[in-house]
């Protein structure tokens, strides 16, 4: 019986090429999109969980009270957790040390990803290591641990253990560890760990993350509790020796996450020690997913039950002959499964081409076949019947409840159903794809408009070159002159931070205030504004000749002006809350963008301490390499031991909307295999139709209709239906363009155009996948329809 | 075998009741070739389901055997058509995806046959009706003649006790429609109980009973 099935179903594929192709190919890119989605939502959802005790691993964070979450803790709080707590095992403090130089048989290399830690990192954190020992490797103070990506780098295959090499330039470090993640993946994917070489005495200042490893069963709303209490106790402390009187405003919670929400649930944390995964953007794949895999399946019922009069004739036969209703059900489905399966093995080959593709726009580097191939066949497997299912479940219950003795009638077989329920889901696919077009489009225009927008400052030409010693900038200061003489170089300015970058908020007390300020620092020199070209609303910047605008003079932004509430800003005197001494504000520079365009601009001060990162130089040539081919040879006098590096603001800048340019892309792409299979369903149903109208259309030709007669004929179904996608598609894709754009601080309008062109666009598209179908049945030889029938 | 008795069949179209058969009564024994003539729309067909269980009457009773067919469960029905009636009909309606050898086999996949007896019996009736030759090829590589034979092979290889055949030879050349006329009357000699719907009065003589239709009555029945 079940061998019957399958010839009944082979036949029936190799008989009907143009439907199984188009059926076979929709399911494949449902199920190769699913398999890569289900792939990337696997990977996301197994951060650091493979770790050894994952489950009793927790993050210290603060949590201020709808006023955001913030990872960074005091330098000695891992210390203390381990002193004051029996309930944690193990804890240890982590901080990223940025790009650093590392020298090796003569070979100089900056290493981006690298962070310093305390010696019981690698036991408080599972990671697996290929050489050496976890539980030692960081107990000399000289000890280095390296991924295995670097150590290949450098040392090639030979086990590096014991190895020196030079880091920053200055000390010498021997490789202690080699950590290999394998296909696993951790938020902590640092290539470089050494110890800490500092620390900060203060409960007040934070700077590096914490995390610990607790006992089993431990109470640990009880321990957030206690850490709070206690850590509250020793700031205050704190603040009453700095003569700062704090309120309630002063004091987080002390919270712990768990080791494995890390990685999906930290998006709204004040700073992420990785670019992290997104729950939010789970989501989005998910349905993203769902949604493709929906529209093929559309079609597979969709043109199943159009073509099931054509099966009418085998039903009532088999029925006359013996057949139960649930034997044929049975039978139409091992039918969808069977070409379900056929698309899995097409979707498998699929999603291995895709890869590349999909890896770059989610920003993974996932394996299809090579990682667990059990695993994803069985799963494509399991996909392929549940897909096979779903689609075949609805036309194998239509077909199979015909009734021997209609189903026989002559008659039957050309009347066919009126296809509600058919119109109702071509509707729905094309709803889809207009609503996800609509959004599309609003995506694409909101990061060009971010892009586009004025910033308040000058980014173009503005080339950062990253100090690797803040002490490197007396000596830039000393060359400056020389620097501002090369050919093409405008000016020149030392800062700790440009805009775009990551900004730190200090505590800033206004004179006479109770209440402190937090608004983001930037140290700078005179020459910032000029580089920049930064306007001034009131006062002047600093100035190269006036001594006390490097030790106590602010300028600050008409925001902070404004959240302050100073009425004569400049005059004011202002004092960061560690301080002793007042400042004037001699200046309001007007507000600039400090950070891309989702957020507000925020309040800042300035200030000419000297902590500086950065060069920037604002360059004015038509010879860009010459200029930064001299500003190199120059370099050489600042930092004779380390290679110059160097970027450009404007670039930087637009970083920043990478993430939103990469859901832009996500959505195209999705948009694109959405549209693309819901017309190649549109191409198979039309297909049907002409066949099922041959006659009637030659009939036509012979009365003496028009080509474009017997195209409008063809094509008035899908008008009527696609109109009505369009109509329901504006208020859904309304609602998300919408939900997605409040995120913006700046945002584009909503403009009606957008949506215009999305339906329009996809009416075209797809009257064209009927017209021309209907062009050629309206061009064919009226006669030779007539005769075949 | 059959015993019908008053009964009544009609179509609901706009409110109006359209009478296909009315109190209509009949008696078929065991062993009998009926052959029902009548005009086209008489409701020959019609009747020919009925007995054949793929119709119930709306009125009216229907013995079969024993068993009060007007009465019974649907699955029931089905059950007894199954395993008791073959069809023939006037298109043949083989499955066009199916080879002549599985096309005869399908009714006994459907009877559960086991695989050994399936192969001996299709064999049997191959060589009974000379078309072994033709056994691996599908119905549009037939000609109408060797597609009916291969229809009527189909309707007997379950060994039903009734054979129904719906103007069997209305789309053959007369040569090819006597030669299943021959065979119907060779399975009848063997013993099979036959009622066939027939224009033509030639073939009515290979039957041992002609009853006419019109208009939902049987107008007359008469023994040969
Ligand atoms: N499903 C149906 N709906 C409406 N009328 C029907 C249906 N089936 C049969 N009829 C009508 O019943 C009458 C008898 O049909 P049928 O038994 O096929 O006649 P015959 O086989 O004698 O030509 C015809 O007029 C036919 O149109
Ligand atoms: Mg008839």
Redesign the interface.
């Known amino acids: ?1 079940f061998r ?1 099935h399958l ?2 179903a082979l ?2 594929l190799g ?1 009907n090429k143009l439907f199984s192709t188009v059926n076979i190919l929709g399911l494949s890119l449902g199920m190769a999109v699913v398999t890569l989605i289900a792939l990337y939502l696997h990977n996301e959802f197994n951060y650091d969980r493979w770790m050894d005790q994952s489950e009793l691993t927790y993050r210290v964070y603060r949590d201020w009270d709808g006023g955001g979450k913030v990872i960074w803790t005091p330098s000695r709080l891992a210390e203390k957790l381990m002193a004051d707590y029996p309930e944690v095992q193990v804890a240890t403090g982590l901080g990223p040390s940025g790009e650093t130089l590392l020298e090796y048989a003569g070979q100089k290399r900056y290493i981006k990803e690298t962070a310093a830690v305390d010696s019981t990192f690698f036991r408080t954190l599972a990671l697996p290591f290929r050489y050496g020992d976890p539980q030692t490797a960081l107990d000399q103070p000289n000890g280095m641990v390296i991924s295995r990506r670097l150590a290949e780098t450098i040392f090639g295959d030979k086990n590096p253990l014991g190895e020196v090499v030079r880091f920053g330039g200055e000390d010498d470090y021997a490789i202690t560890g080699v950590i290999d993640l394998g296909a696993r993946h951790s938020h902590l994917d640092y290539d470089l760990y050494t110890r800490f070489q500092w620390y900060a005495d203060s409960w007040t200042g934070n700077n590096r993350a914490t995390y610990a490893r607790l006992h089993p069963q431990v109470d640990v709303a009880g321990l957030e509790e206690r850490l709070t209490a206690e850590m509250t106790d020793l700031m205050r402390r704190e603040f009453l020796a700095m003569n700062y009187e704090p309120n309630a405003g002063d004091f987080p919670k002390w919270k712990l996450q768990p080791l494995d929400k890390v990685h999906l649930h930290s998006a709204d944390f004040s700073f992420l020690a990785k670019a992290g995964g997104n729950i939010r953007s789970i989501y989005l794949f998910a349905l993203i997913g769902l949604l493709v895999l929906a529209v093929a399946i559309v079609n597979y019922v969709n043109l199943a039950t159009a073509r099931a009069s054509q099966r009418a ?2 039903v ?9 209703r649930w ?1 044929l059900t049975v039978q139409f489905i091992v039918e969808s499964i069977l070409q379900s399966l056929f698309a899995a093995a097409i979707a498998l080959l699929l999603a291995e081409l895709l890869l590349p593709f999909f890896n770059a726009v989610v920003g993974r580097d996932l394996d299809v076949l090579s990682a667990q191939p059990a695993w994803i066949v069985l799963g494509v497997l399991g996909l392929a019947l549940l897909t096979g299912l779903l689609a075949g479940v609805y036309p194998a219950f239509v077909m199979s409840s015909y ?3 209609t189903a ?1 009638r ?1 008659g039957f077989l050309r009347s066919g159903d009126k296809g509600l329920f058919r119109k109702v889901l071509v509707t729905g696919q094309f709803t889809i794809t207009i609503a996800l077009l609509i959004v599309m489009g609003f995506i694409y225009r909101q990061v060009n408009f971010m892009i586009g927008h004025e910033l308040g400052f000058q980014p173009d030409q503005v080339m950062l070159i990253p100090l690797n010693f803040n002490s490197s900038h007396y000596r830039v200061e000393r060359l400056k002159s020389e620097f501002e003489q090369i050919e093409g170089v405008q000016s020149l300015t030392t800062a700790s931070r440009f805009p775009g970058q990551f900004l730190p908020d200090w505590g800033v007390i206004v004179e006479g205030r109770a209440e402190g300020e937090s608004p983001y620092v930037i140290f700078a020199d005179a020459d910032y504004a000029r580089t920049l070209d930064l306007q001034m609303a009131k006062g002047r910047f600093f100035a190269p000749d006036i001594a006390a605008d490097t030790i106590d003079h602010w300028v600050v932004n008409e925001a902070f002006v404004r959240k302050a509430e100073l009425e004569e800003p400049l005059g004011a005197r202002l004092k960061f809350s560690a301080d002793s001494v007042y400042g004037q504000i001699i200046g309001v520079v007007k507000d600039f963008h400090l950070k891309g365009l989702n957020s507000e601009i925020r309040p800042l001060v300035m200030h000419g301490y000297h902590q500086r990162w950065y060069a920037g130089l604002k360059l004015s040539t038509s010879d860009l390499s010459a200029t930064i081919a001299a500003v190199q040879q120059l370099w050489k006098e600042v930092e004779p031991n380390h290679p110059m590096r160097y970027s450009f603001l404007d670039d930087d800048f637009a970083k920043q909307y990478d993430e939103q340019q990469r859901l832009g892309q996500t959505i195209f792409y999705a948009t694109l295999l959405t549209l693309f299979i819901a017309l190649l369903g549109l191409f198979g149903l039309t297909a049907f139709n002409v066949e099922r109208r041959t006659r009637e259309i030659g009939i036509r030709k012979v009365l003496g209709s028009s080509v474009s007669g017997i195209v409008r004929l063809l094509s008035r179904d899908f008008l009527q239906l696609s109109g009505l996608a369009f109509l329901v598609a504006l208020p859904v894709g309304y609602y998300f363009a919408d939900r997605w754009l409040a995120d913006f601080a700046f945002r584009t309008e909503l403009s009606w155009w957008v949506f215009a062109l999305a339906g329009l666009a996809t009416v075209l598209v797809g009257l064209l996948t009927v017209g021309l179908q209907g062009v050629k049945a309206a061009l064919a030889d009226p006669i030779e329809s007539l005769r075949s029938e | 075998m059959i015993t019908l008795s008053n009964l009544e069949r009609f179509y609901t179209n706009a409110s109006q009741k359209t009478y296909v058969l009315r109190d209509l009564s009949l008696k078929i024994e065991e062993g009998e070739f009926v052959t029902i003539m009548g005009p086209s729309g008489a409701g020959k067909s019609t009747l020919l ?1 009925i007995i ?1 269980m ?2 119930q009457p709306d009125r009216g009773e229907y013995h079969f055997f024993d068993e009060p067919v007007h009465k019974l469960k649907e ?1 029931k029905r ?1 059950e007894l ?2 395993y008791y009636m073959g ?1 023939v ?1 006037q ?1 043949y ?6 080879t002549v050898y ?1 096309n005869i ?3 006994l ?3 559960k046959v086991k695989r050994s007896e399936r192969q001996s019996r299709i064999a049997d009736i191959l060589d009974r009706f000379q078309i072994v030759a033709k056994k691996d090829l599908f119905p549009h590589q037939l000609s109408g003649g060797q597609q009916q034979l291969v229809g009527v092979a ?1 309707a007997i290889v ?1 060994n039903p006790k009734l054979l129904l055949a719906d103007e069997p030879t209305g789309n053959l050349h007369s040569s090819q429609g006597e030669v299943i006329m021959d065979l119907f009357r060779q399975l009848h000699r063997d013993g099979m109980t036959i009622v066939q719907v027939t224009h033509n009065e030639k073939y009515a003589q290979y039957g041992t009973r002609v009853v006419e239709l019109e208009d939902g009555f049987v107008r007359q029945d008469v023994a040969l």
């Open positions: 019986m019957n010839k009944i036949r029936q008989r004739k085998e009532g036969v088999k029925k006359v002959t013996g057949a139960v034997q009734r021997p003795v026989l002559s | 389901n054949g793929l119709d699955k089905q058509h199954k069809f009909f298109a309606y083989l499955i066009d995806e199916l599985e086999e399908t009714p996949l459907y009877r189909r379950g």
